[in-house]
């Protein structure tokens, strides 16, 4: 048998259906059937229903939204001063930056829920805010990452022509510079949004009561109830397929 560069795919292939194809089947077999194995719509009817799945899922929008939105500003500054900076070793303060993502998570959001019980005295106080506080501080670099890297190659010769041609600090930044760094922007925003619909690890280790995503499908789980548990993953799946389709057309454009 000839080889072919082709071949060096198949375990590639092979790694993608047994560990994403195959679950996502049994996924959508759960979600479609009942507790005696027959086809059913009444999963996928009974969370449109529910006022519990449609409360948490606005509030996990609500959650995932305010989080994006404080990362963006946060790291956008700050990816556009190190990539305009004229340190000559700029990579290490990007590194800086990134090193909290090479520390167990759960050790950092303990670290933070020790900081924040000092701060504020008791963190059941404030789980919205604790909440919000913990969603940063995940997810911050995967904000900065994308925005320094597109930042950092963009063409210096674009912004020296806005000046020559008159353009204001503001017009600079607002007709030139954030056009150009758009797809980072929309790179960001997905690595941050969507992740943060569903991490309900954070909720628990800061005392924040009310349920995510992720942790109302972790709920049926737990509570044996695969069928409602796995239409819940399922629809939360199709958002985020919707959601990413939009990201690649509006990078696109």
């Given at each position: 048998m000839k080889f072919k560069r082709s071949?060096?795919?198949?375990?590639?292939?092979v790694f993608l259906v047994i560990f994403v194809l195959l679950p996502l089947a049994v996924v959508f077999v759960f979600a479609f059937t009942d507790g005696s194995g027959r086809f059913t719509f009444?999963?996928?009817?009974?969370?449109?229903?529910?006022?519990r799945t449609i409360a948490t899922l606005?509030?996990?929008?609500?959650?995932?939204l305010v989080t994006t939105v404080?990362?963006?500003?946060?790291?956008?500054?700050?990816?556009?001063?190190?990539?305009?900076?004229?340190?000559?070793?700029?990579?290490i303060l990007l590194l800086m930056a990134i090193v909290p993502m090479w520390i167990n998570f759960t050790l950092r959001v303990t670290a933070l829920k020790e900081v924040l019980d000092a701060i504020e005295g008791n963190l059941a106080y404030h789980p919205f805010l604790n909440?919000?506080?913990?969603?940063?501080?995940?997810?911050?670099?995967?904000?900065?990452?994308p925005l320094f890297n597109v930042l950092d190659e963009m063409d210096v010769s674009l912004i020296e022509a806005g000046r020559d041609l008159g353009a204001d600090r503001r017009s600079l930044f607002f007709s030139v510079i954030l056009?150009?760094?758009?797809?980072?922007?929309?790179?960001?925003?997905?690595?941050?949004?969507?992740?943060?619909?569903?991490?309900?690890?954070?909720?628990?280790?800061l005392y924040?009561?009310?349920?995510?995503?992720?942790?109302?499908?972790?709920?049926?789980?737990?509570?044996?109830?695969?069928?409602?548990g796995s239409m819940i993953s399922a629809i939360l799946l199709l958002i985020i397929v919707l959601f990413s389709m939009l990201e690649k057309k509006g990078a696109a454009r």
């Open positions: 071949m060096l795919g198949i375990p590639y292939v009444q999963n996928f009817l009974g969370f449109f229903r529910s006022s606005v509030y996990s929008l609500f959650v995932a404080i990362c963006l500003l946060i790291a956008y500054p700050t990816a556009m001063a190190l990539a305009r900076s004229g340190f000559r070793r700029k990579n909440t919000i506080i913990g969603q940063v501080y995940d997810f911050l670099p995967f904000m900065i990452l056009p150009l760094s758009k797809p980072g922007i929309m790179s960001g925003i997905t690595m941050v949004f969507l992740p943060a619909m569903t991490n309900y690890v954070v909720l628990d280790m924040n009561s009310t349920y995510i995503m992720g942790s109302l499908i972790g709920s049926y789980f737990n509570a044996y109830d695969w069928h409602n």
